[in-house]
Nanobody, 114 residues
Framework: VQLVESGGGLVQPGGSLRLSCAAS????????MRWYRQAPGKEREWVAT????????EYPDSVKGRFTIDRDNARNTVYLQMNSLKPEDTARYFC????????WGQGTQVTVSS
């Protein structure tokens, strides 16, 4: 399993970012995918889940209505569209697969600041 996150950066409050996660080493379309985030000094927090064919998605209340997870099974890629970003969204963002729940890539840093 390999997961490579990208798309992070510095954005002002209220702005948007779209994260990508390229997956390889397993049958991507067979598994749900998740996004997590971890801020310095805090525990890792679940952000979103999408079912194998994208029919269902789930979010915690902290991001519901602002974040959208989607996937392209032809490209073995999962995305996280983040809108109306807040300073408290600042964290390193990771994707994860239920195929290998203990595997974590390098993540991508998102910083929301004016």
């Amino acid at each position: 399993v390999q997961l490579v996150e990208s798309g992070g950066g510095l954005v002002q409050p209220g702005g948007s970012l779209r994260l990508s996660c390229a997956a390889s080493g397993f049958t991507f379309r067979a598994y749900s995918m998740r996004w997590y985030r971890q801020a310095p000094g805090k525990e890792r927090e679940w952000v979103a889940t999408i079912s194998p064919f994208g029919a269902t998605a789930e979010y915690p209340d902290s991001v519901k209505g602002r974040f959208t997870i989607d996937r392209d099974n032809a490209r073995n890629t999962v995305y996280l569209q983040m809108n109306s970003l807040k300073p408290e969204d600042t964290a390193r963002y990771f994707c994860n697969t239920v195929r290998a729940p203990d595997y974590w890539g390098q993540g991508t840093q998102v910083t929301v600041s004016s």
